[in-house]
C-alpha cells in the first residue's frame, strides 16, 4: 500500500522551459536564488516555478516512525504525477500532500524548498520546518565525501540504477505544458527514491551514516540554511561606496610611497620591478649570512620566480637584516607593497562584486547586492535605472575603466532620482527586497550586454536616495552548502567542505574582512546587528574528544588556556603586564597548533603574520613548543597518536552519532587534516544545532512577525542575528 506521508518532490523552476502558459518568453536560468532571478532576470514570482513532480513512497518502512539505514534501503517508489503550478487547482494539491507528509525526500532539495517557499506564501508555511528532509546529495556525501558524483545523473549510471534519456543540457523545453518536460520532471522524483535506497544499501555494515541522529541533524540543517538564504545579508550601499573611495585612495597612496622606495605597483613595467625588488631582498638577506632564504620562500610553478605572496612578503620581512645601508628602503617598500596587495585584494574581491558586478565580468551579478524596499513614507523616492515602454532600458555608465587591473573609481553620491510610484511602494513587500517592475525585465543585462566594455559604475542608482550609514538598504543573497554539491543538479556555484561545515558562495560571505563586515547594518530603526560566538569551541570539542585533563581542568576551574599556554614559554608572564596581551596572542596560537601538529617554521609565520609583524620570535622557541607537545598535553597526544593509527590501518575516520567520515590514503602528509578532521566536523554539528534551535525559538517567541530577530549569517563558530 502506498503511504503518502513519505514522498519524493522535485520542482522545475523558469530556466527549464523557453515559455510560459501564455507563449511569453522565459529567460534561461543565470541565478539560483529566487531574490537575484527576481531582481537581476525580471522573473515574476508566479513564474518562479513551472511544475512540480511528486513520487508517493511504495510503503511506510520505518520501524516506530523512525529512519534508519535499513528503513531507507527498503524504499521503493509509488505512484508519480506531476503538477503544472500555473493552474490554481494542482497548488492546491500541491499544498495538500505536503501538508499530508511527514517526510519529504529530494535531490538538491534545499533549493526546492527555497523556490516553492517563495513561490507561493501558502508553501512557506506549510514548508515551515516540521517535516523530515532526506536529500540524496547529502546521503551521497556520507557514503563517499571524496566522489564528486552527487547529482542524479551522475548517480544512476554510478549505482547502476536508472539513466536518463533527455536532460536541460540538451537545451530547453519548448513550453510549460510540453509533455517531455512534464516526463523529465517525474523522472527526477521516481529516481531520487532508486538512489536514496540503492546508497543506503551500499553503507558499510556498521556505522551511525543515517541514524535517526544523522537523519535529524541534517533535515534540521537543510530548513535551517533555507531560512539563512531567505534573510539575506543587510547592507549599506553607502558604507561600501565609502569604503571603495577610501581603498582607491589607499592604492594611491601605496603607489606613490612605493615608488619612493624604487618599487612599480602597477602599470606598464611593474611585474619586472617587482621580480627585481623582491630579489633584492633575497640578496640582502643572503648577503648578512642567512643563505636558506630560498627554501622558505615560494616559487612561481611556471616561471619558477620568487612568489610576490603575502606569504613571501612576510618572510622577507622577518629575515631582513637590522643594520645594513638600504634595509628600510627595502623594508618600506615590502611595506607598502602590503599596503597595495590588501586593498586591490578587498576591492576586487568584495567591495566591487558586492556593490557592482565581478571584477572582470561585467554581466556576473550573482554576489551583487539587491536594494531593500525599507519603512520608508510611501512618498519616498527610489532611485532606479530608466526605461521607456518601447526600447530598452538605458543605464547611465561610466567612462571605460583604465586597462591597468589595479585602476578604479569614485563613486560619487548620485543626484536626480527616478520615484517609484505610491501604488507599486504599496504592493512591495514589507522590508523586502526592491524588484524592478516587470516591464524593466531583463534590461539591467540587456543594458550590459550592449555596452559589454564598459564599467557599470551607476548601477548604484538602484539604491534609494535617502540612504544612511546606520541602516540597510540592501542585501547580498549568498547560496548555501550543506555538504560538497552544486545548488541544483549539475547547475550553478559548486561549494561545500568535506570537513562537514557550510559555506556559501556568490558572496563568500564567512570570508568577509573587518572592513565589509562594518558595512553590514541593522534594517530596522534603531536596529542592531549581533554576533554571538562560540568561545573556543574547537579548543574544548577536543578537550572533550581526547579527554585531555590540563584542557578540562583549565575550563572547569575558569582559568585562561591561552595565558597558560603563554606562560609556558615566558616564566615572567605575569611579571611583564605590558607584554602580556602579545604574549596571550602567541599562547593562542600555540593551543591551535597543538590540535593541528603545525610545524614549527608555520607557527613562527602565523605569529609574525598575526601580530602584524610586532612578535618575531626566534624559530627555536617554537621547535621547543613542538618538542615539548607531547609533555604538557599527554591524552591529546596519544589521542591523536590512536587516531592517525586508524586512519592507516583502516583508511578512514568516522565520527560517532552522526556518521561523517573521511578517507585518507597518504598518512604522512595528510597527519594534520586527520587530526583535525574530528575537532572541527564536531565543532561545525554543534554550531549547526545551535543556530537551528536559536532560529525555532525566536519563531516562537517573536510568532515571525515583521519586527523579530534574524538570523541571516553563520561564520563557522557564529551567527550574525538583525534585531
Not at 632564504?293 to 612578503?313: A, C, F, G
Request: some cysteine; proline content about 5%.
Amino acid at each position: 500500500m502506498k503511504d503518502a506521508s513519505i514522498i519524493s518532490l522535485d520542482i522545475e523552476t523558469y530556466g527549464a522551459a523557453k515559455h510560459r502558459k501564455d507563449w511569453g518568453s522565459l529567460p534561461d536560468q543565470k541565478y539560483f536564488h529566487p531574490r537575484k532571478s527576481e531582481y537581476w532576470q525580471g522573473v515574476t514570482r508566479e513564474d518562479l516555478v513551472l511544475t512540480c513532480a511528486i513520487t508517493v513512497a511504495e510503503a511506510d518502512t520505518r520501524v516506530n516512525g523512525c529512519w534508519s539505514k535499513k528503513a531507507l534501503a527498503e524504499l521503493k517508489p509509488g505512484e508519480t504525477f506531476v503538477l503544472e503550478m500555473h493552474r490554481k487547482m494542482d497548488r492546491e494539491v500541491l499544498a495538500n500532500w505536503i501538508r499530508h507528509a511527514d517526510t519529504i525526500i529530494g535531490s538538491n532539495i534545499q533549493f526546492d524548498l527555497l523556490y516553492l517557499r517563495r513561490f507561493d506564501n501558502a508553501f512557506k508555511f506549510l514548508l515551515d520546518g516540521r517535516h523530515t528532509y532526506i536529500d540524496t546529495t547529502i546521503v551521497a556525501y556520507l557514503w563517499n565525501e571524496l566522489s564528486s558524483s552527487r547529482s542524479l545523473k551522475k548517480l544512476g549510471p554510478l549505482l547502476g540504477q536508472f539513466t536518463y534519456a533527455e536532460s536541460l543540457a540538451g537545451g530547453r523545453f519548448n513550453h510549460v505544458s510540453d509533455e517531455k518536460l512534464a516526463h523529465y520532471n517525474a523522472e527526477d522524483t521516481h529516481n531520487t527514491l532508486l538512489a536514496l535506497a540503492a546508497l543506503a544499501e551500499r553503507m558499510p555494515a556498521v556505522t551511525d551514516k543515517l541514524s535517526p541522529q544523522c537523519v535529524k541533524h541534517y533535515s534540521d540543517a537543510i530548513h535551517s540554511v533555507v531560512e539563512m538564504s531567505e534573510e539575506g545579508i543587510p547592507f549599506s550601499s553607502m558604507l561600501l561606496e565609502q569604503l571603495h573611495d577610501e581603498l582607491d585612495e589607499q592604492l594611491e597612496v601605496a603607489r606613490e610611497k612605493a615608488e619612493d622606495c624604487g618599487l612599480v605597483l602597477s602599470g606598464k613595467g611593474s611585474a619586472q620591478s617587482k621580480d627585481q625588488f623582491f630579489l633584492d631582498a633575497v640578496k640582502m638577506i643572503e648577503d648578512s649570512g642567512f643563505e636558506g632564504i630560498l627554501d622558505l620562500l615560494e616559487i612561481t610553478p611556471k616561471t619558477r620566480k620568487v612568489s610576490h605572496s603575502k606569504k613571501n612578503r612576510i618572510t622577507l620581512q622577518q629575515h631582513l637584516p637590522e643594520s645594513p645601508t638600504g634595509t628600510q628602503l627595502i623594508r618600506d617598500g615590502l611595506k607598502w607593497f602590503g599596503q597595495f596587495q590588501d586593498a586591490q585584494k578587498l576591492l576586487s574581491t568584495y567591495v566591487f562584486p558586492l556593490l557592482l558586478h565581478k571584477r572582470n565580468d561585467p554581466l556576473n551579478f550573482r554576489s551583487s547586492i539587491i536594494p531593500w524596499l525599507t519603512h520608508q513614507p510611501k512618498t519616498a523616492s527610489f532611485l532606479t535605472p530608466s526605461a521607456t515602454p518601447s526600447g530598452p532600458m538605458t543605464l547611465p555608465l561610466s567612462k571605460s575603466m583604465e586597462k591597468s587591473s589595479t585602476s578604479t573609481q569614485k563613486l560619487s553620491t548620485p543626484s536626480s532620482p527616478k520615484c517609484i510610484p505610491e501604488e507599486q511602494v504599496e504592493t512591495q513587500e514589507h522590508c523586502g527586497p526592491l524588484m524592478p517592475p516587470q516591464s524593466m525585465s531583463c534590461l539591467f543585462e540587456q543594458a550590459m550586454k550592449n555596452n559589454s566594455s564598459l564599467t557599470p559604475n551607476r548601477l548604484r542608482l538602484r539604491f534609494p536616495d535617502r540612504r544612511s550609514p546606520a541602516r540597510a538598504d540592501s542585501a547580498a543573497f549568498p547560496s548555501w552548502f550543506i555538504t560538497p554539491s552544486r545548488v541544483k543538479n549539475d547547475q550553478g556555484s559548486e561549494g561545500g567542505t568535506i570537513q562537514g561545515r557550510i559555506t556559501c558562495k556568490d558572496p563568500s560571505a564567512q570570508t568577509f574582512p573587518p572592513h565589509i563586515k562594518e558595512c553590514m547594518v541593522s534594517r530596522y530603526v534603531g536596529g542592531s546587528i549581533i554576533g554571538i560566538d562560540l568561545s573556543q569551541i574547537e579548543l574544548r570539542v577536543a578537550a572533550l574528544l581526547s579527554g585531555e585533563t590540563s584542557m578540562i581542568d583549565s575550563y572547569i576551574n575558569g582559568l585562561d588556556l591561552h595565558a597558560d599556554r603563554a606562560r609556558s614559554l615566558w616564566s615572567d608572564y605575569d611579571d611583564q603586564p605590558g607584554e602580556q596581551k602579545k604574549r596571550r596572542q602567541v599562547g593562542k596560537m600555540m593551543n591551535f597548533a597543538d590540535l593541528f601538529l603545525s610545524s614549527a617554521n608555520t607557527m613562527r609565520q602565523q605569529v609574525y603574520a598575526q601580530s602584524g609583524g610586532d612578535i618575531n620570535l626566534p624559530a627555536e622557541i617554537f621547535q621547543q613548543v613542538v618538542k615539548t607537545r607531547p609533555k604538557l598535553r599527554p591524552i591529546l597526544t596519544q589521542w591523536q597518536r590512536n587516531l592517525i593509527h586508524t586512519a592507516k590501518v583502516s583508511g578512514r575516520v568516522e565520527l560517532p552519532i552522526i556518521g561523517q567520515s573521511r578517507n585518507f590514503s597518504n598518512i604522512s602528509k595528510e597527519r594534520s587534516e586527520i587530526v583535525n578532521f574530528p575537532v572541527q566536523t564536531t565543532a561545525s554539528n554543534l554550531m549547526m544545532q545551535i543556530q537551528s534551535r536559536f532560529q525555532a525559538e525566536t519563531h516562537r517567541r517573536f510568532k515571525r512577525g515583521i519586527d523579530s530577530p534574524r538570523m541571516f549569517l553563520q561564520i563557522f563558530d557564529a551567527i550574525y542575528v538583525d534585531c
